[in-house]
């Protein structure tokens, strides 16, 4: 072979190889193109995920604070209701009491002629003083210590 022809060869064989990196140059762009897409594609995917997740996030946290300022509510209502009851049973109490005071002093005053008679009837008066007593503070124990929230969910 002629010293040209071999270095026209060589030029050949250059050509040849440089024309195999750049197509494999042109591939690993191609290739690349698309593994940026795929992650711009991800990065939408994630972006419109987070929002979602933040806007639960956000309604999750509306729907507590709501919740706790109704059960706020409802404390303030059962401490409310539990206080007049206490109040309501007292009057009640105080009210049969002095009734009962009343019945006696009546008696006595009617009942002077047969004293017998007056002391059954105090006694029985006495009897069904304390037996009404006893429940009205049995009644205000019940209502005192009862749990209305818990009472509600089984009439419910």
């Known amino acids: ?5 071999e270095k026209l060869y060589q030029i ?18 191609e ?18 995920m987070i ?3 933040e ?9 507590e604070e709501d919740l706790k300022e109704d059960i ?12 007049e009851l206490h109040e309501r049973i007292d009057q009640v109490e105080r009210h049969i009491t002095q009734r009962l005071d009343d019945l006696r002093i009546e008696l006595i005053k009617h009942a002077k002629n047969d004293p017998n008679r007056l002391s059954n009837t105090l006694q029985e008066i006495d009897r069904y003083k304390w037996m009404i007593l006893g429940g009205a503070i049995a009644l205000g124990w019940l209502f ?12 419910k």
């Open 55 to 63: 806007q639960r996030h956000e309604h999750h946290a509306k729907a």
């Open 72 to 83: 706020k509510e409802l404390h303030s209502r059962i401490t409310t209701v539990s206080r």
């Open 144 to 155: 005192g210590n009862i749990n209305l929230s818990a009472l509600g969910t089984l009439i």
């Open 12 to 29: 050949e064989m250059k050509v040849g190889l440089l024309e195999k990196d750049i197509q494999q140059t042109n591939q690993v762009y």
């Open 31 to 48: 290739k690349l193109s698309e593994s940026i897409e795929k992650i711009q594609e991800m990065n939408d995917t994630m972006i419109r």
């Open 51 to 53: 929002t979602i997740h």
């Open 1 to 5: 072979m002629y010293p040209e022809e």
